[in-house]
C-alpha cells in the first residue's frame, strides 16, 4: 500500500442541533503524538465538511477514518429497500436518495429521509414504533458486519436500528449526506481506488483501535488521559500528553488515529477476503476488519 504522512480520525455524530460534544477531530502526523484539531471546539458538522474539503484542496497524504457506516445492508435482500421502487442501486445513489429527501433538513441531519412513508418501513425508529419491513431481531447487517460478528472481531448494530446508545443508524444517515455533498471530493475505499498519492477516506470502528491497544471489550471508552497514553503507547505512539479527564470521544479520535499509522502499511487492512467488487460498490467495508 502507498504510503501516508498523516492520519486523521473523526468521532461522528448523527445527533440534532447545530453543534455536536460527540463530534471531535484528531491527526497524527509522521511520527508525532496525535493531536486534536482545535482542541475544546464544539463542532458542527458543517465544519467538518469544510475541513475535508481543505484536505482535498491541499492534497495532503492524509488517510482519513469517518466513524460511521456509508452504506446500508444490501448483499442479504440484493436491495437496500426491498418493495421500495426507488431502492438505489449502488451507494452512491444511496446516498443521493437520502440527500433528496433531506434536503430541507438543516446541519446534515436526515428526518426528511426518515419521515418518508417509504423509508421509514425499514427502520426501527423508537420502542413501539417499528417500520413493517424492520427485520426481527439486530436487524439486517452488511456483509463486514456479519464477518466481524462471525469472527468475533468486534460487535455490530444493524444501521436501520435508531434506537438505544449504541445505534449507528442516524450518524450514518447524517455521514451518507455528507458523503454525497463531497461529491467525489475525497476518494472513498473500497468504493475507489486509492490515488498514488492525496488523501483518502475510509470507514472506521475506534472499538477495533481500543482492542488494538489492549482496551478490554466492553471498557473501550477511555475517560482518562494516563489511560490515554497507555493505550498510544500499545499502539507504538507518543503520549498525547492530556492530563485528567479527556472526553471519550476525543480519546476515540486520537487513538484511532494513532491505530490507523499503526495499521496502513499493513496489507491484511487492504485486501480482506471476504471483499469483493459487487459488495465495494454497495455496501462498502469497515477498514481493519480481515
Request: net charge neutral.
Amino acid at each position: 500500500m502507498r504510503p501516508f504522512t498523516h492520519f486523521a480520525a473523526i468521532d461522528w455524530s448523527g445527533a440534532r442541533g447545530a453543534r455536536q460534544r460527540g463530534i471531535a477531530l484528531a491527526v497524527a502526523s509522521g511520527a508525532a503524538a496525535p493531536a486534536l484539531v482545535r482542541p475544546g471546539h464544539v463542532w458542527s458538522r458543517a465544519e467538518i465538511f469544510d475541513w475535508l474539503c481543505d484536505v482535498a484542496a491541499q492534497g495532503t497524504d492524509m488517510l482519513i477514518g469517518f466513524d460511521f457506516s456509508a452504506a446500508f445492508a444490501f448483499a442479504d435482500r440484493g436491495a437496500y429497500f426491498p418493495q421500495w421502487p426507488d431502492s438505489p442501486p449502488d451507494m452512491r445513489a444511496l446516498w443521493a436518495l437520502v440527500a433528496r429527501h433531506a434536503a430541507d433538513d438543516p446541519h446534515f441531519e436526515a428526518h426528511g429521509f426518515l419521515s418518508h412513508a417509504e423509508a421509514r418501513r425499514h427502520f426501527r425508529h423508537a420502542k413501539g414504533d417499528v417500520g413493517d419491513l424492520f427485520e426481527d431481531g439486530t436487524g439486517r447487517l452488511r456483509i463486514v458486519e456479519q464477518h466481524q460478528r462471525a469472527t468475533r472481531q468486534a460487535a455490530s448494530v444493524s444501521n436501520f436500528n435508531l434506537v438505544g446508545a449504541a445505534q449507528v443508524g442516524k450518524a450514518s444517515l447524517s455521514g451518507m449526506r455528507l458523503l454525497h455533498h463531497l461529491g467525489g471530493a475525497l476518494p472513498l475505499w473500497p468504493l475507489d481506488p486509492a490515488p498514488p498519492r492525496g488523501p483518502l477516506l475510509v470507514e472506521i470502528y475506534t472499538a477495533l483501535a481500543a482492542r488494538a491497544a489492549g482496551v478490554p471489550a466492553g471498557r473501550s471508552k477511555i475517560r482518562d488521559g494516563a489511560a490515554l497514553d497507555t493505550a498510544l503507547a500499545a499502539l507504538g505512539s507518543p503520549s498525547a500528553g492530556l492530563a485528567g479527564p479527556v472526553s471519550d470521544h476525543a480519546s476515540d479520535a486520537l487513538l484511532s488515529a494513532a491505530w490507523l499509522r499503526a495499521i496502513a502499511a499493513d496489507a491484511a487492512p487492504w485486501s480482506p477476503a471476504p471483499l469483493t467488487p459487487a459488495i465495494a460498490r454497495t455496501e462498502g467495508w469497515t477498514f481493519g476488519i480481515i
